[in-house]
């Protein structure tokens, strides 16, 4: 008996045999709006970066009353290859996000203050002279910060599978800091 993976492909999906994205992503959206996390698998050119794009879009629809609109803020991990790179990754996708960024900013500066380092410093992979920097604590610390930007975020970490090759556990990091959100309400959305 031979097993194939139907996860492996050689090539992109061709569009004649995409599946429609209209009800897949307001399913998805709906799924995060209920508590729970969703993982997105699949090969470079399947269209999954193009899909956090439309969910994005979906999720700012008010569905109903238990189903109001989210934000979603995409965190770009394809180049990232330790904690501090990571921690870079954040800061970009806070800065550029549309309506979050302004909060995410003020969150960062504050956070800055409690840790007592610059988060540019760290995001640059500098060492400073005589200061220890714990690269998984702050990456922890900034995650967290996240989940107190909105009462219904969902964050979308693209090139996820990147993290497998990042020293320093960022899964266990993203898994905690989760842990330690002061509303379960915030979801993680994992590529």
Not at 9 to 21: G, K, N, T
Not at 22 to 42: D, M, Q, R, W
Not at 73 to 102: C, Q
Not at 127 to 141: M, S
Request: some cysteine.
């Amino acid at each position: 008996m031979v097993f194939l993976n139907p996860f492996v492909w050689s090539d992109a999906v061709d569009p004649a045999d995409a599946v429609s994205r209209g009800e897949f992503t307001s399913s998805a959206a709906a799924t995060l709006k209920a508590g729970t996390h969703i993982a997105l698998f699949g090969p470079r050119g399947t269209g999954k970066t193009t899909f956090i794009g439309q969910l994005a879009a979906e999720l700012a629809v008010d569905h109903s009353d238990d189903a109001p609109p989210w934000e979603l803020i995409r965190i770009d991990l394809r180049r990232v290859i330790s904690p501090a790179a990571f921690i870079g990754a954040v800061i970009d996708a806070a800065r550029t996000h549309t309506s979050l960024a302004r909060r995410a900013l003020s969150e960062f500066r504050r956070l800055e203050k409690e840790i007592g380092i610059n988060l540019g410093v760290v995001k640059a992979g500098a060492r400073l002279r005589g200061v220890q920097i714990n690269d998984t604590e702050i990456l922890h610390a900034q995650l967290s910060a996240l989940s107190r930007l909105s009462p219904r975020l969902v964050i979308a970490f693209d090139e996820f599978q990147r993290l497998a090759h990042c020293p320093g556990e960022p899964l266990s990091i993203i898994r905690r800091s989760e842990e330690h959100t002061s509303n379960s309400s915030h979801l993680g959305i994992s590529y």
